[in-house]
């Protein structure tokens, strides 16, 4: 493939039930998360995703199943090699910075250094209400909790002061191995860019099926932006793929994503069973040439 290499995760199925999917999702079940995180890790995938809500109203239109992502990690860490997590995105305001530091960041021990963390401010009032937090301050809530989350991951004694959020010379251990573990911030308004640019490490806003960026404004909101070096943007094709049917589309996906901006590519795949979407990773990491490993 002429395309240059980029890195690549997937939209892991199973995991959330938003909008249409599959019939065999609903009934798979932890052996199937298992084969899909094995054969991702295998293929040279770089990461895969695990959304995340607490409690949500019956009937809402984005779904009702969502793993917990650290749960659902912790267990696949275990099953896996070099295979990243990336909860995405993990709800700040529900959460003291010390315990996303502390229960993550013995994820990211745990697991080698292989945590990604995906961090919004939410927007789903019913689930703020059920678990009594407050909803109209959620953004400087969140921006203070990014900043405290810098300073304490990755660090045994940690100490910082905000207007939300303060701890002086508090031991975590065990604590985050990656030197500075990548915040990549969620949500697709120019404000969560900026808050990106600003606390993040990296952007990833939602796909544009669910009201994210088209490439052509994607790559005009980085332009506008003054970005820090080495900083990630996660693009996501604005339809599921089938490497198997049209395989041009994977070099066509890769060459969108450079141009809008894109440093890593969230995989959402067409598929109708378990076999079909394994067959359809498969698929795409070949042509892809992704680092393949052998069974």
């Not at 508090?170 to 990106?196: C, E, K, T, Y």
């Not at 498969?282 to 490993?293: G, N």
Request: with cysteine; net charge negative; glycine share 8%.
């Amino acid at each position: 493939m002429s395309a240059p290499q980029m890195k690549v995760g997937i939209s892991s199925p199973i995991l959330a039930l938003a909008g249409e999917r599959p019939a065999w999702e609903a009934a798979a079940g932890t052996a199937e998360i298992v084969r899909v995180a094995k054969t991702a890790d295998r293929l040279g995938f770089d990461f895969m995703t695990c959304g995340e809500h607490v409690a949500v109203p019956p009937g809402l239109t984005r779904g009702e199943r969502f793993y917990d992502p650290l749960a659902t990690f912790s267990f696949l860490a275990g099953q896996t090699s070099r295979l990243k997590f990336l909860p995405f995105v993990l709800v700040l305001p529900f959460y003291h910075p010390l315990e996303i530091a502390k229960r993550y960041g013995t994820l990211d021990a745990l697991s080698g250094g292989r945590l990604l963390l995906g961090l919004g401010v939410g927007n789903l009032k019913d689930e703020f209400d059920i678990l009594d937090v407050p909803f109209e301050d959620r953004g400087p809530r969140a921006d203070d909790s990014l900043r405290a989350l810098r300073a304490a991951l990755g660090k045994r004694v940690v100490s910082y002061h905000g207007p939300y959020y303060s701890f002086e010379n508090m031991v975590i251990d065990p604590h985050a191995v990656q030197p500075r573990v990548p915040l990549w911030i969620g949500g697709h308004s120019g404000r969560a860019l900026r808050r990106a640019a600003t606390l993040g490490d990296g952007w990833a806003p939602a796909p544009q099926t669910f009201g994210g960026p088209a490439p052509d404004l994607m790559r005009k909101m980085l332009d506008d932006m003054d970005l820090p070096d080495d900083f990630d943007v996660v693009f996501t094709a604005p339809q599921p793929l089938d490497p198997l049917e049209r395989p041009d589309e994977v070099a066509e996906t890769i060459a969108t994503a450079q141009r809008a901006g894109g440093t890593r590519i969230k995989l959402v795949l067409e598929h109708e069973s378990l076999a079909h979407y394994l067959e359809q990773l498969e698929c795409f990491a070949e042509l892809a040439e992704l680092d393949v490993r052998p069974e």
